[in-house]
């Protein structure tokens, strides 16, 4: 990578994965998501997710008050 902050996009979803915007495993193109909170010496615990989910606008919101854009994730049990 030329840009070590640049995302990774990966062509598979890994196995025995989730997605945590839709709750799904599909096999599909994904990208691996900073989990907020666990770094740690320039390292990160992170999650895979499919990129057709944050493709989709109709998911974000915007939070005014402290400038932050989010997607809203499916209401599904997971593993964590």
Sequence with gaps: MDNPKENRTFD???AESQCP???????GACV???????QSDGNI?????????LA??????YNRNVN??????????RGD
Aim: overall charge negative; hydrophobic content about 35%; glycine content about 10%.
């Design 12 to 14: 598979h979803f890994p």
């Design 21 to 27: 915007i839709c709750g799904d495993g599909e096999d």
């Design 32 to 38: 691996l998501v900073g989990i907020q909170g666990t």
């Design 45 to 53: 615990e992170a999650v895979p997710v499919h990129l057709s989910c």
């Design 56 to 61: 989709n606008p109709k998911r974000y919101l």
């Design 68 to 77: 932050v854009i989010y997607v809203v994730c499916s209401d599904v049990k």
